[in-house]
């Protein structure tokens, strides 16, 4: 008897910094989300296709989902989540081992109450006993009807196999929507910018508000090289010294980082030229989230 085929949309969801970004890009086996320590680091609704022998898992990393901050970029990551969960086969529902708190528990009235949503619990790795397992879990089952518990570490890559199990036995059966080589359905403009926003956070995340976003004014690309140049949006005249460091040491850094990421994605030689534009206030007005490329 022939296996059927399954392929379907997967939110991977949960408050900020519980390593949603790390758990997508390990179960794709590649890095189409970026990291950083810093919380909320993702802005943008993020497809990572993984295709396997009769599976396509088409996931959708998403922010994480707050109501301690107002403001225009808040209001727009969390209808980006919203509307994930609105658009999917199946909900993953990512929490921290041993750490509940109110923005975990805001979330659960967005999840599905169908037998489609699983439970996440990343970094069981810090927790000291089954035990202490145990009653995390089980605190958290009471308030949610989840089909499935699955205790991961996403940065080591423990139980990852079981994850993608649970999940894609709860694939509905179809044609693949991608190409089997098919990492994400973002241009390589768009992870460019992430990639640079990225090591922005890593840098200088501790001392640049989140008033700082990436645009990409350049893209030239051909069979021998790629020409880059990327524009960094900050809010105010005083975070551009930030960003530059003493003698354009940060900057160059954070150039010099991104162009090697750039060149493992594409294989390719890259020239990548960054520079700072100020725009005052552009974070809290949705009519300039919209001109930089937010949803």
């Given at each position: 008897?022939?296996?059927?085929?399954r392929?379907?949309?997967?939110?991977?969801?949960?408050?900020?910094?519980?390593?949603?970004?790390t758990l997508?890009?390990?179960?794709?086996?590649?890095?189409?989300?970026?990291?950083s320590?810093?919380?909320q680091?993702?802005?943008h609704?993020?497809?990572?296709?993984l295709?396997?022998?009769?599976?396509?898992?088409?996931?959708?990393?998403?922010?994480?989902?707050?109501?301690r901050?107002?403001?225009?970029?808040?209001?727009?990551?969390?209808?980006?989540?919203?509307q994930a969960?609105?658009?999917v086969?199946?909900?993953?529902?990512?929490?921290?081992?041993g750490?509940w708190s109110?923005?975990?528990?805001?979330?659960?009235?967005?999840?599905?109450?169908?037998g489609?949503?699983?439970l996440?619990?990343?970094?069981?790795d810090?927790?000291?006993?089954?035990?202490?397992?145990?009653?995390?879990?089980?605190?958290?089952?009471?308030?949610?009807?989840?089909?499935?518990?699955?205790?991961?570490?996403?940065?080591?890559?423990?139980?990852?196999?079981?994850?993608?199990?649970?999940?894609?036995?709860?694939?509905?059966?179809?044609?693949?929507?991608?190409?089997?080589d098919?990492?994400?359905?973002?241009?390589?403009?768009?992870?460019?910018?992430e990639?640079?926003?990225e090591?922005?956070?890593?840098?200088v995340?501790?001392?640049?508000?989140?008033?700082?976003t990436?645009v990409?004014?350049?893209?030239?690309?051909?069979?021998?090289?790629?020409?880059?140049?990327?524009?960094?949006?900050?809010?105010?005249?005083?975070?551009?010294?930030?960003?530059?460091g003493?003698?354009?040491?940060?900057?160059?850094?954070?150039?010099?980082?991104?162009?090697?990421?750039?060149?493992?994605?594409?294989?390719k030689?890259?020239?990548?030229?960054?520079?700072?534009?100020?725009?005052?206030?552009?974070?809290?007005?949705?009519?300039?989230?919209?001109?930089?490329?937010y949803?």
């Amino acid at each position: 008897m022939t296996t059927p085929f399954r392929c379907g949309f997967v939110a991977v969801v949960g408050r900020p910094n519980v390593g949603k970004s790390t758990l997508t890009n390990a179960l794709i086996g590649s890095k189409i989300s970026i990291v950083s320590r810093k919380a909320q680091t993702t802005r943008h609704r993020i497809h990572g296709v993984l295709t396997r022998d009769h599976e396509q898992f088409v996931f959708v990393d998403t922010p994480g989902f707050q109501t301690r901050h107002g403001g225009a970029m808040n209001r727009m990551m969390n209808r980006v989540v919203t509307q994930a969960l609105s658009d999917v086969d199946v909900t993953v529902h990512v929490v921290e081992a041993g750490k509940w708190s109110a923005g975990d528990e805001q979330l659960l009235p967005l999840l599905p109450k169908g037998g489609n949503t699983i439970l996440v619990v990343n970094k069981v790795d810090m927790l000291k006993s089954k035990n202490d397992m145990f009653a995390y879990v089980s605190k958290i089952m009471a308030l949610h009807p989840y089909s499935a518990v699955v205790p991961v570490s996403a940065s080591r890559g423990t139980q990852l196999e079981n994850l993608l199990q649970e999940i894609g036995s709860r694939l509905p059966e179809g044609e693949a929507m991608f190409e089997v080589d098919t990492l994400t359905d973002r241009p390589m403009r768009f992870i460019a910018a992430e990639l640079i926003r990225e090591k922005i956070f890593r840098l200088v995340g501790d001392e640049l508000p989140y008033g700082c976003t990436v645009v990409i004014e350049q893209w030239d690309e051909n069979e021998t090289g790629a020409r880059v140049a990327a524009c960094v949006v900050v809010e105010r005249e005083t975070h551009k010294p930030i960003l530059l460091g003493t003698g354009g040491v940060h900057m160059k850094r954070i150039a010099s980082e991104a162009r090697q990421d750039m060149v493992k994605l594409l294989e390719k030689p890259v020239f990548l030229d960054v520079y700072i534009k100020v725009r005052k206030g552009w974070s809290d007005r949705e009519s300039a989230l919209r001109e930089l490329g937010y949803e």
